[in-house]
């Protein structure tokens, strides 16, 4: 059991109860007349009336101010810290545009986030895996598979694409370094020494923040366990912020894919490398749309024979979000009453539009377009129309808002719009406008 509070919870006793005081002879207005309903013998169907009467009156169910900003301290603002963990690049001048599309991705397109994040790690894997047996011996400055897989990790920032783009990225590098002079190879290294120095990964400020996180929640899910007055509504509040934990493997992405301070850093670098060994890239600065920011690559491919890698490291990804929205969604649907109701409603919207966030997102739009300034804008604006609702959904939530009494919804799942039940329609209208 999550919480043995409710140990001895029994719907069937709690109905009881509830018809011992209130029954459909002595409180006529509070119940729906079983005719024309999905209102089965063992079920209590309310009306408006019934609902503000037995489910917090005029306040309509809205928790206490004190216990919201407890609610807020403990559970929400620690997400928030964690989001501020993830690598946020400068560029531009309007930096606090590109932190902002960044911020609504990740919270509007979880599973296209963690998945490009994934892709952009992999790149210096593949890098590495391909120069591994093709070093370039030197009796001064050796070129490694190490240096190799730096400088190509920094050139597909500007578009190189070396470990999804033809086979030929990698061999003309290769050439040009083996027929390079001994003061051309030395440039080179040097300047795989300078994109080292200058990429930074933050670990140890994302593990920090990953390990105080998971403490917090094992604290206060602890405290909550012995707590002998815990308030019904607090697994939920647990639930919807288990729905979120996917930011732990995001964070920990980012914080291995590391970031430049400036958007010119590597430029900078590699424009002094391409004066004095001519290496092949397009001389672009780095931009959001292209792939600067690591969360939103636009462009998915692998080489051939290779797809099985880009294929697993998406179902990485529906796992690390699917398995988040998972436990969200078994925690609402233990907690009594058992079953569907109004919060795990929500979870299971949440993961609907992420998912289809995400189909929308990375299989609309030819290679072309997809690498273009105006469709990362449709996908910023997308985006942004998403998160802002489903964040203030979240924080709601945690108020006592957007509450809909779910078996008062089901009363309309099978039933024909007869006169009757328009009259009752209208009732579940003004609930869904008096929850928001």
């Given at each position: 059991?999550?919480?043995?509070?409710?140990?001895?919870?029994?719907?069937?006793?709690?109905?009881?109860?509830?018809?011992?005081?209130?029954?459909?002879?002595?409180?006529?207005?509070?119940?729906?007349?079983?005719?024309?309903?999905?209102?089965?013998?063992?079920?209590?169907?309310?009306?408006?009336?019934?609902?503000?009467?037995?489910?917090?009156?005029?306040?309509?169910?809205?928790?206490?101010?004190?216990?919201?900003?407890?609610?807020?301290?403990?559970?929400?603002f620690p997400l928030f810290l964690l989001a501020a963990n993830i690598n946020y690049m400068s560029i531009g001048n309007t930096w606090y545009f590109t932190y902002?599309?960044?911020?609504?991705?990740?919270?509007?397109?979880?599973?296209?986030a963690i998945w490009s994040l994934s892709l952009k790690i992999d790149v210096g894997r593949r890098a590495y895996q391909?120069?591994?047996?093709?070093?370039?011996?030197?009796?001064?400055?050796?070129?490694?598979?190490?240096?190799?897989?730096?400088?190509?990790?920094?050139?597909?920032?500007?578009?190189?694409?070396?470990?999804?783009?033809?086979e030929c990225n990698y061999e003309e590098?290769?050439?040009?370094?083996?027929?390079?002079?001994?003061?051309?190879?030395?440039?080179?290294?040097?300047?795989?020494?300078?994109?080292?120095?200058s990429r930074g990964s933050g670990g140890f400020r994302a593990g920090a923040a990953v390990f105080f996180y998971i403490f917090g929640v094992i604290v206060a899910y602890t405290k909550l366990r012995k707590s002998p007055d815990m308030p019904a509504h607090t697994p939920h509040i647990i639930a919807l912020r288990v729905l979120y934990f996917w930011l732990i493997p995001a964070v920990i992405?980012?914080?291995?894919?590391?970031?430049?301070?400036?958007?010119?850093?590597?430029?900078?670098?590699?424009?002094s490398l391409d004066q004095k060994l001519s290496i092949p890239w397009n001389r672009t600065h780095l931009e959001p749309w292209t792939g600067g920011t690591y969360c939103w690559r636009p462009v998915k491919k692998c080489r051939q024979g290779e797809q099985w890698r880009t294929v697993g490291y998406l179902i990485i990804s529906?796992?690390?979000?699917?398995?988040?929205f998972g436990i969200s969604f078994f925690?609402?649907?233990?907690?009594?009453?058992?079953?569907?109701?109004?919060?795990?409603?929500?979870?299971?919207?949440?993961?609907?539009?992420w998912v289809t966030n995400f189909l929308s997102t990375c299989f609309v739009g030819s290679e072309g377009c997809r690498r273009s300034y105006r469709f990362w804008s449709v996908v910023v604006v997308k985006d942004t129309l998403l998160a802002l609702p489903m964040i203030a959904v979240l924080l709601g939530a945690f108020a006592g808002k957007f509450i809909i009494p779910f078996s008062h919804l089901s009363s309309y799942r099978t039933h024909p719009l007869t006169s009757k039940n328009l009259t009752r329609l209208v009732e579940l209208l003004l609930v869904l406008v008096s929850a928001i």
């Open positions: 059991m999550l919480f043995p509070q409710y140990t001895n919870f029994s719907i069937t006793k709690c109905l009881a109860d509830v018809r011992l005081k209130y029954n459909e002879t002595t409180h006529p207005t509070l119940f729906m007349e079983r005719d024309g309903f999905n209102c089965g013998a063992q079920e209590t169907c309310l009306t408006l009336a019934g609902c503000w009467e037995l489910c917090g009156g005029d306040v309509r169910g809205r928790y206490d101010m004190a216990e919201v900003f407890a609610v807020v301290a403990t559970w929400v902002f599309a960044v911020l609504v991705h990740f919270l509007a397109d979880p599973i296209d391909f120069y591994c047996d093709k070093e370039v011996p030197d009796s001064n400055a050796p070129v490694r598979a190490r240096e190799f897989a730096v400088v190509a990790l920094a050139l597909d920032d500007h578009g190189f694409e070396c470990s999804y783009g033809p590098l290769l050439e040009r370094v083996k027929n390079a002079t001994d003061v051309e190879k030395e440039a080179f290294v040097e300047a795989a020494k300078q994109l080292t120095d992405l980012s914080a291995i894919a590391g970031k430049f301070p400036s958007e010119y850093t590597s430029y900078y670098i590699l424009n529906l796992l690390c979000v699917g398995s988040a925690i609402s649907w233990k907690t009594p009453s058992e079953g569907m109701g109004c919060r795990s409603v929500a979870e299971l919207f949440y993961m609907v539009v």
